[in-house]
């Protein structure tokens, strides 16, 4: 928990490394759009309403 931070996409709860602000190709790809769920597919994503 030392230096997690939060994935930029609004309804993503996961956490990124020091590689950028977004978990995935999805998060970095959704951000111009109102996208209500997150499906980048990780577990424990709360964005994955399954
Ligand atoms: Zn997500
Ligand atoms: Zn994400
Ligand atoms: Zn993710």
Partial sequence: MADAKQ???PN???T???KGKYCSAYCE??????????EC???GCKGNLK
């Fill in 7 to 9: 994935c930029a996409h």
């Fill in 29 to 38: 790809g959704a951000k111009g759009t109102a996208t209500i769920a997150c």
């Fill in 16 to 18: 990124v490394g020091d």
């Fill in 41 to 43: 597919g990780h577990p």
């Fill in 12 to 14: 993503c709860s996961c």
